[in-house]
């Protein structure tokens, strides 16, 4: 099945509140990485109101960085999810709204053929955690105490906690790191006792 993907830009001190963070050309160029590593984007309203119409316009007028146009272009030639009770239509050409079953939905995506699945956002990802259907985590830690806003995973309710296994660090110049883990999955134990098998590599 495809990998679902959930990334963030976050504070040391857990902020995900995009007004305390400031994002470079190098964070930007980070992100574009990724979002040629799939071929589905997957937002709730909020996240998906506050990426679109904006970087839509930016692919058309190139009127950014030249890394942040890079982004734009690649941000608008994906094809997005909505999952939403209250968005009524999307303008984007590329966008398709669920309004039920996110769960069955979500499976159904990933059963489907292809590459990563990127979750954007904060409620809808948290939502997915809990659901067992995320594969992979990216955050881009910026070295910023912020003292206040949202935090991630707030008010998440996990059966179990969750095993991460570090795949990879990137230090920016900026001071940020990026950092990729996966989910770990335990498997019920076998002739060979209880092994830990790692998720996406």
């Known amino acids: 099945m495809r990998n679902v993907i959930f990334a963030i830009n976050t504070t040391l001190d857990g902020c995900c509140d995009h007004t305390k963070q400031r994002a470079d050309d190098e964070t930007h160029a980070y992100f574009t990485d990724l979002l040629r590593q799939v071929d589905l984007l997957v937002f709730g309203r909020i996240t998906y109101e506050l990426m679109v119409p904006f970087w839509p316009e930016v692919a058309k007028t190139q009127s950014m960085s030249e890394a942040e146009n890079e982004f734009a272009r690649t941000f608008d030639a994906l094809p997005k999810v909505v999952f939403s009770r209250?968005?009524?239509?999307a303008d984007d050409r590329n966008t398709r709204i669920i309004r039920t079953d996110l769960h069955g939905e979500m499976l159904k995506l990933k059963r489907e053929?292809?590459?990563?699945?990127l979750v954007g956002g904060v409620s809808l990802p948290t939502q997915l955690i809990?659901?067992?259907?995320?594969?992979?985590?990216?955050?881009?830690v910026g070295?910023?105490?912020?003292?206040?806003?949202?935090?991630l995973m707030e008010g998440a309710s996990l059966p179990e906690t969750l095993q991460l296994r570090l795949m990879e660090s990137k230090p920016f110049r900026s001071g940020c790191v990026g950092l990729r883990y996966a989910k770990t999955v335990t498997m019920s134990p076998?002739?060979?006792?209880?092994?830990?098998v790692a998720g996406p590599g």
């Open 143 to 151: 070295p910023i105490l912020a003292g206040e806003g949202r935090r």
């Open 130 to 140: 809990e659901l067992g259907l995320v594969d992979e985590y990216r955050f881009v």
């Open 86 to 89: 209250s968005l009524r239509s």
């Open 113 to 117: 053929p292809g590459k990563g699945i």
């Open 190 to 196: 076998g002739s060979d006792g209880w092994a830990n």
